[in-house]
C-alpha cells in the first residue's frame, strides 16, 4: 500500500480544530478537487463526519476507516488496517486510481509508514488554538522537497501560503 497524503496545514502541522480545518482557501479546495478527482480517498471517521453534510465527496471512491457500523450511501468503509489493504487490492488492484489520504490526523498518524508522497499546503501562520496535528514533515528525515511553490496570498483569509510536494526517500 503506496498513499499520497494530501492535507493543508498551519507552520506547525496543525490540521485541525473541534472537528473544522483551521481554514478554507479557495485555490487549495480546488486543487484538491482536481487531484483526487476520478481517484481513491481514504479517511477516518472523524474527518467523514466533517465533510459537507457527512456525505461522500462525489465522483470519488471514499472509503471510510471506522471500528464501528456506519452506513454509507456510496463509500465503503473498512475496519482495520489489513482490511483497507485488502479493499484496495481487490477495487484497483493495477494501481490504475491514485490512493490519497486526506486526513485527520489519528489516520495519517496511523498509516504514517505507507505514505509515499504528501502533497501539502503550508499556511505562513501559527495557528494558537489547534487540537489536531500530522508530523512535520519538514524534519522528518525520511521525506524530502520535491517541489515548492511561490508565495500565494489569499485575500478572504489575510493568509500567505505555499504548495508543497513531498516523497519518501528511497
Ligand atoms: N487540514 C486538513 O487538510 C484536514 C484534512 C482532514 C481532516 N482535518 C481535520 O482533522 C480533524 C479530524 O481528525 P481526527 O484525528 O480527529 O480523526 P480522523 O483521523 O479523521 O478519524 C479518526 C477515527 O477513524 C477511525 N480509525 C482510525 N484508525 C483506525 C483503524 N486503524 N481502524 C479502524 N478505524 C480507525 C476511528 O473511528 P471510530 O471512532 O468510528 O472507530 C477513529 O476515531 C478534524 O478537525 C478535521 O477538520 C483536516
Keep these: 500500500m503506496k498513499l499520497t497524503l494530501v492535507v493543508a496545514t498551519d507552520k506547525n502541522f ?9 481554514f478554507y482557501i479557495s485555490d487549495d479546495l480546488k486543487k484538491f478537487k482536481a487531484l483526487t478527482m476520478n481517484n481513491i480517498v481514504i479517511m477516518g471517521r472523524r474527518t467523514f463526519e466533517a ?19 456506519l452506513d454509507l450511501k456510496e ?20 494501481k490504475e486510481k491514485e490512493e490519497f489520504l486526506i486526513g485527520g490526523g ?24 489547534v487540537d489536531t496535528h500530522i508530523p512535520n514533515l519538514l524534519e522528518d ?4 522537497i ?11 483569509n489575510q493568509l500567505k501560503y505555499k504548495f508543497y510536494e513531498f516523497k519518501r526517500r528511497v
Design 14 to 22: 496543525g490540521i485541525g480544530l473541534n472537528g473544522d480545518m483551521l
Design 106 to 129: 489519528n489516520l495519517v498518524n496511523t498509516l504514517w509508514n505507507y505514505i509515499d508522497k504528501a502533497i501539502i499546503t503550508i499556511a505562513d501562520k501559527e495557528y494558537k488554538e
Design 51 to 69: 465533510l459537507p453534510n457527512s456525505k461522500e465527496l462525489p465522483n470519488r471512491t471514499n472509503i471510510v476507516l471506522t471500528r464501528n457500523k
Design 75 to 94: 463509500g465503503i468503509a473498512v475496519s482495520s488496517i489489513d482490511e483497507l489493504k485488502n479493499k484496495l487490492e481487490e477495487i484497483n488492484p493495477n
Design 141 to 144: 528525515k525520511n521525506f524530502e
Design 146 to 156: 520535491v517541489s515548492e511553490s511561490e508565495e500565494f496570498f489569499d485575500n478572504k
